[in-house]
């Protein structure tokens, strides 16, 4: 089991340019998430999906799209990138049936810098 | 607002004692919270769920405790250890299936 993987680790954008991170869950899971995390902040949800086929903003949704491709993998796309989108992205994921139905399975994250 | 505060200063504590750590919250009625740990470079791992009839949660050497009229929750670290070193994010659902983050509070065990 892999739990949730995240593809890449690490990435350099220039503004303007555009990228897709990508996300994938081998636990079955019904819901995923996508967060940023910033110094200070705290993680902040951009968008999630509850189910296959479902996606839902967040708190902060603005210059980013969300693809629920299969109910494995959840790609969150930039379109056009801005240096405040600078930061560490977190997919997660949560099991919506059985015991554990609340705590999410975070992948490793992408750190993105936009120059 | 929804608010989650957590004391953003390190807390520095030698090894063998207890740390303890708050997450206070407003503007919320939660049906429970949640504490995680993460380690530098890597995504955050659950520890604990508390519900709100529950008064104190424990695992191994953690406590966890839920005062919903005080909206506050306590994170204890019994006999710490060096490689409890991590930050702590406390966690709250602002709604069905999400969760909103607090900033987290680091801990530092010194031998």
């Known amino acids: 089991n892999a739990g949730v993987t995240q593809t890449p680790k690490f990435q350099v954008l220039k503004t303007g340019q555009s990228m897709t991170l990508q996300c994938a869950q081998d636990?079955?899971?019904?819901?995923m998430y996508w967060y940023r995390q910033d110094p200070g902040m705290g993680l902040r949800l951009i968008y999630y999906s509850a189910s296959e086929g479902t996606t839902d903003k967040g708190e902060v949704p603005n210059g980013y799209n969300v693809s629920r491709l299969n109910k494995r993998e959840f790609s969150l796309r930039l379109e056009s990138a801005a240096p405040s989108q600078t930061s560490v992205y977190f997919c997660a994921s949560r099991d919506t049936g059985g015991p554990s139905t609340y705590e999410q399975y975070f992948g490793p994250g992408t750190r993105l810098t936009v120059t | 607002s929804q608010k989650i505060e957590q004391n953003s200063e390190a807390l520095n504590i030698q090894e063998g004692k207890t740390a303890t750590l708050t997450c206070n919250y407003t503007n919320y009625s939660p049906a429970y919270l949640q504490w995680y740990r993460q380690d530098p470079g890597r995504g955050p791992v659950f520890l604990l769920l508390i519900r709100e009839n529950e008064k104190e949660k424990r695992k191994e050497r953690l406590k966890v405790t839920f005062d919903t009229t005080l909206k506050q929750s306590l994170f204890h670290i019994t006999a710490s250890q060096p490689a409890d070193s991590a930050t702590y994010l406390c966690a709250l659902p602002p709604s069905w299936g999400k969760l909103q983050f607090g900033a987290g509070t680091q801990v530092v065990v010194t031998p």
């Open positions: 636990m079955n899971h019904n819901s």
